[in-house]
Nanobody, 124 residues
Framework: QVQLVESGGGLMQPGGSLRLSCVVS????????MGWYRQAPGKERELVTS???????NYADSVKGRFTISRDSAKNTVYLQMNSLRPEDTAVYYC??????????????????WGQGTLVTVSS
């Protein structure tokens, strides 16, 4: 059974940084795309970034230049480094695993493997 476990969320002041981690177990880490999504209260879940083992990472325009996704195959872990945080980054952040097609074409409801989510609050 595939499991994704996120950690690293919390409260941060605007301009600060956080790093989220997502540990993958029970599946082949390198065969699937990994993505970070976020969902703010009352809003649709949105793709923040995605990455595959052999391709470049993709980012939402709202986070380009501030967020970086990376993966450590030895640790079966995906990271999301978030810099220059803004209040509008406040959301529950989820990692997901699955076909890149679903992530890049807004078909997140078709993704079957999700973490439990970690709350990021950006506030002074």
């Amino acid at each position: 059974q595939v499991q994704l476990v996120e950690s690293g969320g919390g409260l941060m002041q605007p301009g600060g940084s956080l790093r989220l981690s997502c540990v993958v177990s029970g599946s082949s880490f390198s065969l699937n795309a990994m993505g970070w999504y976020r969902q703010a209260p009352g809003k649709e879940r949105e793709l923040v970034t995605s990455i595959t083992s052999g391709g470049p990472a993709n980012y939402a325009d709202s986070v380009k230049g501030r967020f970086t996704i990376s993966r450590d195959s030895a640790k079966n872990t995906v990271y999301l480094q978030m810099n220059s945080l803004r209040p509008e980054d406040t959301a529950v952040y989820y990692c997901a695993q699955g076909p890149l097609y679903y992530m890049e074409f807004g078909l997140y409801r078709h993704l079957e493997v999700w973490g439990q989510g970690t709350l990021v609050t950006v506030s002074s």
